[in-house]
């Protein structure tokens, strides 16, 4: 029997909780602390070797991390871990990320928004609803053009994979401007202009750190073509939002297919926009909700467990968070 111990910190039902717990066990004892005490969570957070949480921003309190072991992991299910307390986490703690576990079905509803968007599919269902049979306006034929990633890891790679059937061609950035996948164009964040100015269809799939928050502002906005497609799945503050919504405005063929907002429930206590992006036929929005499909919960929490278990076997973790890239 191992001596490793992993407190986890959710309770996510059956059918996910024993997908972690089953990986887990190959490697340590289980405690689930959610339904503990005060104390009796002080005491399994201290004698933890790992600790897994789903959404820990919420799940630990910033006064519990002083109780962690040094050398232990902080593991999340989340593929973004920018809403963590990082002042309050021990610099002797390792944190991972679940860094593409939800890629695939995120890829997906990808996907149905830059088709949405090209094909004016909420445009002609109106004018149908309206009674007025409107066959004047065309859509975009995909073959030929380009999709822009930026932040080609688990996200942006799967929704290439997607892509590359309909004949679009790929343009990359990642940080090390490198890699082995079939793309027209691959480099590194400074070569951001070139592919904002040459991409047809834009996706944001980076993570939000201190380097790419507004990172997308009216600058940026004013290098892409006035009838290009731009979506944002990864967080709200990349895009710098009066200057999204102004593009928006003043150029009704620039589209844009928003799901990650700036100020949402789950970190904010509440939705609210700032200027008024629902009176705009441009605009297509969904409830930060991309990853969210039967069945992926177990899935990610898998995932992340597995990660667990390779830190507590020696292994080298994947997705190793740098506090430095967060804290201002």
Known sequence: MSNKIVAV???????????A??????AAETRWINSMDPTGRQTALSESD???SFMMHNEIQAGEYEYLKDGC??????????ALPFDAIPDTVTICANTGAWADPMAEHILGMILALGKNFMYCHRKLAEGEFDRSISSTWFR????GVIGYGGIGKAVARLLRPMGMKIMALNTSG???????FIGSMDQLDHVLADSDVLVVALPLTKKTRDLIGARELSLM???AILINPARGRIIDQEALYQRLKDFPDFRAGIDAWWVEPFTHGEFRVDYPFFE????????????????IYPEAAGAAARNVVAFLKGGAPRSIVDPEDYVV
Do not use: I, R, W, Y
């Open 9 to 19: 910190t959710f309770d996510l039902g059956e059918e996910t909780n024993a997908a």
């Open 225 to 227: 073509k006035e009838d």
């Open 21 to 26: 717990e089953t990986v887990l066990t190959a």
């Open 73 to 82: 992991l902080l593991q999340t299910m989340l593929a973004g871990v920018d």
């Open 178 to 184: 490198k890699t082995g996948d079939d793309v027209a």
């Open 144 to 147: 030929g053009k380009t999709c």
């Open 280 to 295: 705009l036929d441009n605009l297509l929005g969904s409830p930060h909700n991309t990853n969210l499909v039967d069945g």
């Open 50 to 52: 790992a600790v897994l």
